[in-house]
């Protein structure tokens, strides 16, 4: 009975060795671990940062869009006569050239 409890123990031994020799094993590669992500979290990589200057343009091509239509509407107003739809057509305007010194020029051809 007494070598079955020293066969345990003897293999109990064993396996702990092991475990605890993974666990040393986490213990020095987390700081590495720990700051590698640390990096990763704060840079952004060169095909995300396209990305989001993509998703930029985008959104400002949009806004764009939005004002050409409105410009078209208020200087049709002020080719009537209207004096407030020049003035709004100005303003949008002043908006579109800000907004058109953002957006990239394509190269012809």
Do not use: W
């Not at 020095?28 to 200057?53: F, H, I, M, N, Y």
């Not at 004002?67 to 006569?81: F, I, N, S, V």
């Amino acid at each position: 009975m007494r070598s079955a409890h020293l066969i345990v123990l003897t293999l109990a031994a064993l396996a702990l060795q092991g475990c605890l020799a993974r666990a040393a094993v986490d213990v020095v590669t987390l700081p590495v671990k720990a700051a590698s992500a640390g990096v990763d979290a704060v840079t952004t990589s060169q095909s995300e940062a396209d990305e989001k200057r993509g998703r930029e343009i985008r959104k400002r091509e949009e806004r764009l869009g939005a004002l050409e239509r409105d410009y078209d509407r208020q200087m049709e107003r002020c080719g009537d006569g209207d004096d407030a739809a020049c003035d709004k057509a100005q303003a949008i305007r002043a908006e579109m050239n800000a907004l058109m010194r953002g957006v990239p020029v394509e190269p012809e051809g």
